[in-house]
C-alpha cells in the first residue's frame, strides 16, 4: 500500500516532522510506485519510469532489504536504439543524497531534456555567494533597511539556506541529536 511505504520511507530518513522533507518523500513514493517498469536492454529489473522526454528518461529504483543501498536511487539516461536501451546515466541515491535526491535528479533531467535551459540554474557555489552578500549587505545597512525589506530579505536567505547542501559532518550531529546520541 502507498501509505505504508510513504510512512517506512519517513521513518528510514528520519524526516519526520519537518514538512518539507516529508513533502519530498511523498512525491518521490507516489512517482515511483505510479510509474510504469523501463525495460532496456542491460538494464537492472526494478526501475520505473516517472517521466520521459526528448530522447531521455528519469527513473527511479527501491533497494530491498537484500541489496547494499537503502532507500530509493534515481537516474537519468538517454535512449538508445529505439528506446531498446539507455546509456549516459546520472544517478543519485537517496542514501548519499538524502531526501533532495529526487529534485536533483528532476532537475538533471530537465536540462538534459532540454525542458530546461541551463543558463536559468543556479550552482551551489552561486547560492551560498548570494547567501553571503545579501547577509553583508543586511549587516552593513541595518539601519537604514524598513521592516518589511528586511524581512523579504530574511525570507530570501531562508529560501537559499533550503537550497545550500549541509556542511559535511552536520547531517551526521544532526540524525546523532535525533537519536539522543
Known amino acids: 500500500m502507498l501509505t505504508d511505504k510513504i510512512h517506512a520511507e519517513i521513518e528510514r530518513t528520519g524526516a519526520g516532522g519537518r514538512r518539507m522533507e516529508m513533502e519530498q518523500i511523498r512525491e518521490y513514493v507516489a512517482a515511483y510506485e505510479n510509474g510504469s517498469p523501463l525495460v532496456a536492454n542491460g538494464l537492472h529489473e526494478g526501475y520505473r ?8 528518461v528519469l527513473a527511479g529504483y527501491q533497494y530491498t532489504a537484500m541489496e547494499a543501498g537503502n532507500g530509493y536511487q534515481f537516474a537519468t539516461w538517454q535512449y538508445v536504439n529505439s528506446k531498446a536501451a539507455v546509456e549516459h546515466g546520472h544517478y543519485y541515491p537517496t542514501w548519499s543524497f538524502g531526501t533532495s535526491a529526487f529534485d536533483l535528479a528532476k532537475q538533471d533531467f530537465a536540462l538534459r531534456s532540454g525542458l530546461m535551459d541551463e543558463s536559468f540554474v543556479f550552482k551551489p557555489e552561486q547560492y551560498m555567494e548570494m547567501y ?28 537559499l539556506e533550503r537550497l545550500l547542501p549541509e556542511p559535511a559532518g552536520q547531517e551526521e550531529a544532526a540524525q546523532g541529536q535525533k537519536q539522543g546520541l
Not at 132 to 154: C, G, P, V, W, Y
Open 49 to 56: 519510469i516517472m517521466a520521459e522526454f526528448g530522447g531521455y
Open 132 to 159: 553571503e552578500a545579501l547577509d553583508f549587505f543586511t549587516r552593513m545597512n541595518a539601519d537604514i533597511l524598513t521592516l518589511k525589506q528586511e524581512e523579504s530579505i530574511k525570507g530570501i536567505m531562508e529560501q
